[in-house]
């Protein structure tokens, strides 16, 4: 099992997205110095392969100088290790001599765009569009992969078939992300999107991804049509995360996942301290996850799809005291697209083993299966 690394080098972001929750505009940024830490943590701390994701806030607020000196330096030093790299920007800032360096380390890049010019702008910012497209652009002509994030809010819920479309009609493959209510924010519930209408939305995008699998992916239906198949998460969402999911904020504070970054209760330790996964295990955030893991394996023992599921985010389920009081509340919407994916897989197993008189067998042209969603390779 490969463990995940995310590098937060700024907290900081150059956008005002109306939904997000994440943002720190006194945040510090993080120096070389601190990524030599990391390196002298990592040295010795695991041996299974490890992933860095450069996250934020917005991690190109770091700059050219300090991904041309960062990059090395965790590729080279850690190379027992083989670091696998990934970024996640809004691409604002992107320069083609960043990108070029980023196409040297393989970096794919995952960005945020919530669908045509006018409902973008209208939940993220006026203008937003225009800049994220102009580093798409970029990005594209130094053959960076680009994946986008599509939040759905509660105003973008209801213009589902035009943002799917969109995606469609520009080749664009997606990400969805459900707006949630934040831990931070004044007023939590604003843009959020409920359990139902977030299961819904997922078999909307199951239907309309089974008709054009062929022309783009819909990488939450992936992931969880792998999931039902292995009987095993294959996301952060829906594995036990703690202790194999890791974020490193700006100033070095370790935290068990770029969400709770900034947040000084969650913090495990620092990378100038180089802790050990037992030193991290004596953190009070460490036992809070576990806790939840445990709550998970009692709350959730009756459900079927536990295996898979484990309970979803446990972000999510934290009330805003950092109590756990729930599972992750969008099990609604986890139970709801795992019975339909597995309802319609074991449909279309009895309709094409044992041919049934009177039913059509799937022709040449029929649409794509679940099952080939499950068989797809990652
Ligand atoms: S806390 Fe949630 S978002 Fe963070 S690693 Fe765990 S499951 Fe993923
Ligand atoms: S679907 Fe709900 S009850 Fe089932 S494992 Fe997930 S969170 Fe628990």
């Not at 943590?41 to 917005?58: A, D, I, K, M, S």
């Not at 010019?117 to 800049?131: A, H, L, P, S, T």
């Not at 594209?140 to 809010?153: E, G, P, W, Y």
């Not at 972000?315 to 756990?324: F, K, Q, S, V």
């Amino acid at each position: 099992m490969a463990f995940h690394v995310m590098l937060i080098p700024s907290m900081n972001c150059p956008s005002n997205c109306n939904y997000c929750w994440g943002v720190d505009k006194e945040s510090e940024t993080m120096s070389i110095e601190t990524i030599k830490e990391v390196v002298e943590w990592l040295e010795n701390f695991r041996e299974e392969p490890v992933t860095f994701t450069f996250h934020g806030g917005e991690p190109l607020l770091a700059g050219f100088d300090f991904y041309r000196e960062a990059l090395p330096l965790l590729s080279k030093r850690l190379s027992h290790l083989k670091p696998a790299f990934a970024l996640q920007s809004n691409l604002w800032l992107l320069t083609p001599e960043m990108a070029q360096l980023f196409s040297e380390y393989n970096i794919p890049v995952g960005s945020s765009l919530d669908g045509p010019k006018d409902v973008n702008d209208f939940q993220r910012g006026k203008g937003y569009y225009e800049k994220t497209m102009r580093g798409y652009e970029i990005a594209k002509a130094n053959d960076l992969s680009v994946s986008f994030i599509c939040t759905f809010t509660s105003h973008s819920i209801k213009l589902k078939e035009e943002i799917f479309n969109y995606f469609l009609e520009n080749g664009l493959n997606l990400k969805l992300h459900p707006a949630l209510p934040s831990l931070r924010a004044e007023d939590p519930e604003k843009w959020a999107l409920s359990p139902e209408e977030y299961g819904e939305l997922l078999i909307y995008l199951l239907d309309e991804y089974l008709e054009h699998a062929d022309e783009i992916e819909v990488k939450n239906i992936d992931h969880l049509a792998k999931a039902v198949f292995m009987r095993r998460g294959t996301v952060c969402t829906y594995v036990d995360c703690m202790g194999d999911t890791f974020a490193v904020g700006p100033d070095g504070s370790i935290y068990p996942c770029y969400r709770f970054v900034g947040m000084p209760d969650y913090v495990m330790g620092n990378v100038r301290d180089h802790p050990s996964m037992e030193d991290l295990a004596e953190s009070e955030a460490w036992k809070l996850l576990h806790r939840f893991k445990d709550y998970v394996d009692e709350e959730c023992s009756d459900c079927k799809y536990i295996k898979f599921c484990r309970g979803g985010c446990p972000y999510n389920a934290l009330n805003r005291d950092g109590e756990i009081e729930g599972v992750d509340p969008h099990c609604t919407a986890y139970k709801m697209i795992f019975k339909e994916l597995t309802d319609r897989v074991n449909k279309e197993f009895l309709t094409s083993s044992l041919p049934i008189p009177g039913m059509s067998q799937p022709g040449k042209n029929s649409k794509a299966s679940v099952m080939k969603l499950m068989l797809k390779p990652s």
